[in-house]
């Protein structure tokens, strides 16, 4: 019954390796996101999807690289992870994408690389 | 400028108090404001969204938001143990790319006293 699903739960990997992050969400809403939250516990966002269609990409790294299959799916795949990469990220939803709605998030993936 | 600023923290109040918990922000087109609430360990939940000059109450709850001072904040009445946690705001504007973007504070860490 949760809203927005986030997994794995916990990720764990060496640097160089490449790994998925899979977020799914049954609100029905258009548009999703991904958020990186960084040790100093700040919230900052990396891409929005409207309609599985990609409508904010902030500056990140090109080995971020989002998937959205169908509009209740955004996964993000990262290659070559490095250990600036560790990180709690969060999915969240919002329907629709624009101004008074708030954000419903997932429980994050907290994403240590050593 | 940051976009949003908030006071780090932490604040303590001791328990039955009036939390007191302010957020600036610099652009002057932003649409709606939005406070969320973190514990420790989990996502975001939303607590209130406010878009027009004033205050609104939910509870124990009121934000109050003055578009001209550019400043949002939340008040917490009789506050409890359970209120201890981040709270974050978020200021809800259009983004470079035309489309609408939910901007986040660094949070402000809130310790009840008992």
């Known amino acids: 019954d949760t809203a927005v699903s986030q997994t794995p739960k916990y990720l764990v990997t060496q640097m160089g390796n490449d790994k998925s992050i899979k977020c799914e969400q049954n609100l029905g809403h258009d548009t999703m996101y991904w958020y990186k939250q960084d040790s100093k516990k700040f919230l900052k966002i990396m891409f929005s999807?409207?309609?599985?269609?990609?409508?904010i990409n902030e500056t990140v790294p090109n080995r971020f690289s989002p998937k959205s299959p169908d509009k209740a799916h955004l996964n993000l795949h990262i290659n070559s992870l490095e250990l600036g990469d560790s990180a709690v990220y969060f999915c969240?939803?919002?329907?629709?994408?624009?101004?008074?709605?708030?954000?419903?998030f997932g429980s994050g993936t907290r994403l240590t690389v050593v | 400028q940051k976009e949003v600023e908030q006071n780090s923290g932490p604040l303590s109040v001791p328990e039955g108090a009036i939390a007191s918990l302010n957020c600036t922000y610099s652009?002057?087109?932003?649409?709606?404001f939005f406070w969320y609430r973190q514990y420790s360990g989990k996502s975001p939940e939303l607590i209130m969204l406010?878009?027009?000059?004033g205050d609104k109450e939910d509870g124990r709850f009121t934000a109050q938001l003055n578009k001209a001072s550019q400043y949002v904040s939340l008040l917490i009445r009789d506050s409890q143990p359970s209120d201890s946690a981040t709270y974050l705001c978020a200021v809800m504007r259009i983004s470079g790319a035309g489309s609408y973007q939910l901007t986040f504070g660094k949070g402000t860490k809130l310790s009840v006293i008992p």
């Open positions: 999807y409207n309609n599985k269609e990609l409508i």
């Open positions: 969240a939803s919002s329907h629709p994408p624009t101004g008074n709605y708030g954000y419903t």
């Open positions: 406010i878009y027009s000059n």
């Open positions: 652009d002057r087109g932003s649409q709606s």
